[in-house]
Every structure is written in structure tokens, then in C-alpha cells.
């Protein structure tokens, strides 16, 4: 089956900080992806290559076997993406935010208009619907920005830290709309550094590190018989200098 994302040589420099070092991923159709890595890995960076947010250097990204980067119209609408620091139409409101990402999408407005509802609810928005998006707390702005991700039904979700700052009820309602997703045949990437809820929710994960890819596979292969957090740190690493600092004790 071709893969719901491919990802083949991917490369990004900042001047000279190499964020991506050379990335090869395969995320098959139906898993339920983790990303995980230390920060400043390479992770956002390369999420953002991978859906078209940010131009590579060098590499090749595949949606459902389409060129991203040769023909961003056939693939792009088959991923929803939520990015990361998010920079949106703030002084709409939620449910404008949402219509707005509807019908950028060609969605019918009376479809638009079921699906936000439907959407507004599910993520317990309803009495924030009406509220402008720069009024919200971080944890209602993710939200709205996952809502704006789904609205069109897209095959491959990438969600760039979609639990960051969402209380845990949100955060429960949001697993099970993922979940589901994913039972019905869609792919879910996502990047995180709650290793447990990798561990919870993704069957297949990938650690990353400068900027490359340590380990990946199934979730159990890439543990190796640890807990996901006993082996990301022996992957990647402890912190280095552990200074006391005596200074910040009271007695
Ligand atoms: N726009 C930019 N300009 C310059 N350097 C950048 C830029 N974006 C990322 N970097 C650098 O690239 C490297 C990778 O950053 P990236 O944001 O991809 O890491 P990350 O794994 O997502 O980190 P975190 O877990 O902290 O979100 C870092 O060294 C970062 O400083």
C-alpha cells in the first residue's frame, strides 16, 4: 500500500545551524504516528517541510504517492495540518476561523456550516464560538487550529504538539476524535514530548535527534524493552553539564 506520507533526503539549514540533517520517513496508511526528539531535534522543522509550510533545502516529500513539492494542489488537500507558534486570523472568531478554513477548502457554505457546529461542539468551543480567536487562552487557540485542520476531511493529519496547553477533558475529546480517525482509516502524525501519551495513543514512533533520525519503527521495536522515556534518553542523551545549583536552595 503506498505510504500515507513518505518522506526521502530531507534537508534544511539555517545559516549554519543544519535544523535537518537528512530525513527519511515512511508513515504507512492507518498508524498513528509519534515524533519525538529534544528540543531544537528537528521536528517542527521537519513537519513544516513535510507539509508544505516551509521549502527544503533537498528531499522529496510523497502524500498518498503525490509530489508535494511538484504538485501542492493534488496533495495538499489531502493533509490537515496544525502548525506550530501559530500565526492566525485572530481577530476572527472562532467560528469565523473555522468557516473561513472551510471554504478555503471549496466546502459548500451550508456543509461549512454543519461541520463547524459539529466541530465547535466536539471540542467544547460552543460558548467560545462567538469569542475572537486573539480572546482565547493557548489552550482554546490549539483547539480551534485542530478544528480548522479537520474541517475538510483530509486522509493524513500532522499535528505539531496537538496536547500542548489542553486541559485534560479537551485533551480526552481529542483522543478519541483522533482515534477514531485513525480506526476509520486515516493516518495521524504527531509530535510530542509526553512520552506517555505517545506510548498511549501511537503504533509506530520515530526519535529524533540533530536533526536525523535515531530509531524508528513500531512503538515496541523502538523501546526495545524500555519505557519510551528510559530509551529517548539513552538515545539522545542526558543533560550534559547536571550543575548543582546551590544557589536556589533555602537551607
Ligand atoms: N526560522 C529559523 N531560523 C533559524 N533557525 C531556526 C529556525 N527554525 C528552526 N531553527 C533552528 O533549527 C533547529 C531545529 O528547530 P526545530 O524548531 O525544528 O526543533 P524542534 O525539534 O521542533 O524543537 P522543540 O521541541 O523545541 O519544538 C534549532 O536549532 C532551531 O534553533
Known sequence: MTPALQITGLRKAFGATIAVAGIDLEIPQGSFYGVVGPNGAGKTTTLSMATGLLTPD??????HGIDLWREPQRAKPLLGVLPDGLHTFDRLTGAELISYAGLLRGLPADEVRARRDDLLAALDLDSAGRTLVTDYSAGMTKKVA????????????????????????SAGAIRRILLTFVEDGGTVVMSSHVMALVERLCDRVAI???GRVLAEGTLDSVRAGQDLEARFVELVGDVAD??????????
Open 208 to 210: 529524533v535527534g540533530s
Open 146 to 169: 485542530l478544528a480548522c485542520a479537520l474541517v475538510h476531511a483530509p486522509r493524513v493529519l500532522v499535528l505539531d504538539e496537538p496536547f500542548e496547553a489542553v486541559d485534560p477533558v
Open 58 to 63: 533537498a528531499g522529496v516529500v510523497h502524500v
Open 242 to 251: 547536571q550543575r548543582d545549583l546551590a544557589w536556589l536552595r533555602r537551607s
